[in-house]
């Protein structure tokens, strides 16, 4: 079975500071690795994504690391605020079939 | 676009009956997807379609399980007979270039 593994399942950081979630994935078929935010009531959404072919992205305080030789894959959220606080789900596919496999998620909090 | 519209947001009823999950996809999507979220086994994905045919149904759970996407613009997943251990939010996604996007989901409550 495709996996992709995500730790930790839970996370707090101070306000300011860095949140750090992981993921490590399985399949080398895999070339597509996005990031979704999930508050309470709510689907989840995009936030972040990349392709193997570039080792990071950014978007605002939003930065994917991409380690393709490791297999790992990390969203890292500076200067994080209590508004960032959610359940954040890594994933990956394979752009042939758009299939998207879930990591288990990390409940973030961010408190003050 | 309003994005993905799942309907009903809440629905409870009573063990043995028919259930019936909607989804309006976001329009030029070819791909359409369902998902499960329960806390102990996180997001599940049940079916997907590309272009109105099913390509996997290998993650529906059983046989009371069912989906159909008639057209581009709709899509249904039905449970007959409910039971308790089907209560979970279902979530409707579609896709187009590997970008997906998420319905507010349904709440299924089987009592």
């Known amino acids: 079975q495709q996996q992709v593994k995500q730790s930790p399942q839970s996370l707090i950081v101070q306000k300011g500071g860095i949140s750090i979630i992981n993921c490590a994935y399985e399949n080398t078929a895999f070339d597509y690795f996005p990031w979704y935010q999930q508050f309470p009531g709510k689907g989840p959404a995009l936030l972040i994504a990349?392709?193997?072919?570039?080792s990071e992205k950014k978007e605002g305080r939003f930065t994917i690391s991409f380690n393709k030789s490791a297999k790992q894959f990390s969203l890292h959220i500076m200067d994080s605020q209590p508004g960032d606080s959610a359940t954040y789900f890594c994933?990956?596919?394979?752009?042939?079939?758009?299939?998207?496999?879930f990591g288990t998620g990390t409940r973030l909090t961010i408190i003050p | 676009d309003a994005g993905v519209i799942q309907s009903p947001r809440h629905e409870v009823t009573e063990m043995g009956q028919e259930v019936t999950l909607r989804c309006k996809p976001i329009s030029g999507h070819d791909y359409l997807f369902w998902y499960r979220q329960t806390m102990m086994r996180g997001l599940e994905l049940l079916i997907y379609?590309?272009?109105?045919?099913?390509?996997?149904d290998s993650g529906m759970p059983e046989d009371r399980f069912s989906a159909k996407m008639p057209n581009a613009s709709f899509s249904t997943l039905k449970i007959q007979p409910s039971e308790p251990r089907d209560s979970a939010v279902y979530f409707c996604?579609?896709?187009?270039?590997?970008?997906?996007?998420f319905g507010q989901g349904t709440r299924l409550t089987v009592v």
């Open positions: 990349i392709r193997p072919d570039v």
């Open positions: 379609f590309n272009n109105n045919v099913p390509i996997d």
């Open positions: 994933a990956a596919s394979d752009f042939g079939n758009e299939k998207l496999t």
């Open positions: 996604a579609s896709s187009r270039q590997v970008r997906a996007f």
